[in-house]
């Protein structure tokens, strides 16, 4: 039934092609920040365009229709789970990602299609924490946004749907790319998605920037 | 000469033939098949096969890139690729198999979907021997590039108008708030939980375009965060978005009022060098010059000139340091290394 509503709701976007949208399921806290900003430019940078649960909003839909919209909308998606890991004096997990990297996987076995890319900590033992992947092939990487954006754009550029990139293309723009962002933060509490995006896609249409720009991009 | 040829197992009769027939050219070739199949291993064995090669052939038939080992090898080239070890990649294109992006910069060599590898093998030892020998395709020019790139950014920019809320459902979202605004006015009246509440409130309501009462939301979370030392930073923020709104709004010297709380407090949790109050004095500067304080203007800028400068030298300080201690603990390997060498001789 679930499914059902999220394909319905999914239509709302009739002016996003499936093929070109990745789903971003990450931490979206101050922590998680900096690596964020390194994801977003670069899914925009190979030219997808990143979908979240947060795009539309915040309450009118069950956070759970919202969700399955923006993955049933995607055909890929990227899951960080480097931030699943014991927190606060109960050492209690968020178990958000693997519960949204579950979707997606399922999404991949019912509809047909659907491509997913794992990321996680260079040394965290997930054989034992998620057994059930097991054999599949995860991605480590050690938290850096250097390390995040090569191995993300390293699985994008693998499709023919992509543009051409490397991983300097992100990081000359990101130091813009933060200034930018700034510009909106003094602007909005939570910037809408849809400004996040169109940032995302000035910033990389845009010229790299010189070392000293982006001295002055972290204003 | 060794080449790296990369196939998917699962249709691998075209890398096979290939293979053979570039031993048979005097190549010497190597693929994954033989490697371990545990994942660590096969991904170390893949690595170490590509490093040892002068070149990797990739060979594209329908369906590879749904390969999750071909994606593999794929992203273990590239990553060896990005790592400065320039090595010529060669696609080898069945029929009309799309390039993968990673190879579109790179003159494929196509066969016709029912043709033999013969011909496709004398193309890649010639590309290997004498560089751009026998290109089937030319890649395309960077101008042509250049402007694929720009009209795929568009339509994502155009993708993302569509990534909002529709109208109703923000009046939706902003109903919603404003209910749940007046049960914590009732139930706990001077709540972080209900300033969080009234801050999203006003994120809807400025999408809404309805900026006045946006703005009434934040100057009354303003009102609660001021009772509540620990959401300090959440109060700066606050002040900055309700400063802007007031901008908007034509109310000038409010603005100043809560842009300079907001440098003040930034200054106060992040200190001297707090990049969020160099941030609000950008805004602050131009405010000022509008509303012709330029004395005020001129002040701010020139703290702000100092500050960007002393960010600049502390990360430049930073980055020498960590030279220095690379160099120092270099220096103190190749020394170790020499001591032990020479230990060995005697």
């Keep these: ?219 | 000469m060794k080449v790296f040829v990369s196939y998917s197992g699962a249709k691998g009769e075209t890398g096979r033939q290939l293979r053979l027939a570039l031993e048979a050219n005097g190549i010497d070739s190597t693929d994954a098949s033989a490697l371990p199949s545990a994942a660590r291993e096969w991904s170390s064995g893949v690595k170490r096969e590509l490093r040892d090669s002068d070149a990797a052939v990739f060979v594209l038939e329908p369906g590879a890139e749904r390969d999750p080992y071909l994606q593999q090898e794929w992203r273990l080239a590239l990553e060896q690729w990005w790592s400065g070890a320039e090595k010529p990649m060669i696609p080898v294109v069945k029929g009309d198999t799309p390039l993968p992006a990673f190879l579109r910069e790179w003159q494929a060599i196509r066969i016709p979907p029912d043709g033999d590898v013969t011909a496709a093998a004398d193309a890649v030892v010639a590309t290997l021997r004498h560089a751009g020998a026998r290109p089937d395709t030319a890649p395309a020019p960077p101008s042509q590039e250049s402007e694929a790139k720009q009209e795929r950014l568009d339509q994502i920019r155009a993708a993302a108008t569509t990534l909002q809320p529709s109208n109703d459902e923000l009046a939706q979202q902003a109903q919603l708030l404003a209910e749940r605004c007046r049960e914590l006015e009732r139930t706990q009246p001077d709540s972080l939980e209900l300033a969080r509440a009234r801050i999203a409130c006003s994120d809807v309501l400025k999408t809404m375009g309805r900026k006045e009462p946006a703005l009434q939301q934040l100057e009354l979370a303003i009102k609660i965060l001021e009772h509540h030392p620990d959401a300090a930073r959440r109060l700066a923020r606050t002040r900055m978005n309700a400063g802007t709104l007031m901008q908007e709004l034509g109310r000038d010297r409010d603005a100043r009022v809560e842009w300079e709380k907001a440098r003040d407090a930034y200054l106060t949790i992040d200190g001297p060098l707090s990049v969020n109050a160099m941030i609000v004095r950008t805004s602050l500067i131009a405010l000022l010059k509008r509303i012709d304080d330029n004395a005020a203007a001129d002040a701010e800028q020139a703290t702000l000139n100092a500050g960007v400068q002393a960010v600049a030298t502390t990360a430049f300080d930073v980055l020498r340091s960590t030279v220095r201690r690379g160099f120092e603990w270099l220096t103190g390997k190749l020394e170790g290394a020499g001591q032990k060498s020479k230990g060995g001789e005697s």
């Design chain 1, 1 to 219: 039934v679930t499914i059902g509503a999220a394909a319905t709701a999914a239509s709302s976007h009739p002016n996003i092609d499936p093929q070109r949208s990745v789903f971003i399921n990450c931490p979206y806290d101050d922590e998680y920040e900096q690596l964020f900003d390194a994801l977003l430019l670069t899914v925009v940078t190979c030219g997808f365009v990143p979908r979240s649960a947060l795009e539309s909003g915040s309450v009118s839909a069950s956070r759970m229709d919202r969700i399955f919209t923006a993955i049933d909308s995607s055909d890929f998606s990227i899951h960080d789970l480097s931030r699943c890991h014991g927190e606060g004096e109960a050492l209690l997990a968020r178990f958000n990602m693997p519960l949204e990297l579950g979707i997606a996987m399922s999404c991949r076995r019912h509809a047909g299609r659907h491509d997913w890319f794992v990321l996680v900590p260079t040394d965290a033992p997930y054989a034992r924490f998620v057994s059930d992947l097991t054999g599949f092939d995860l991605q480590r990487y050690d938290g850096k946004e250097d390390s995040i954006v090569q191995n993300v754009m390293g699985w994008l550029v693998t499709f023919s749907q992509a543009l051409p990139a490397k991983p300097s293309d992100v990081l000359n723009r990101l130091g813009m790319f933060r200034k930018k962002k700034a510009e909106l933060k003094a602007e909005w509490n939570q910037i809408p998605w849809r400004h996040l995006v169109e940032t995302a896609t000035q910033v990389a249409a845009g010229p790299p920037a010189a070392p000293n720009h982006v001295a002055s991009g972290a204003l």
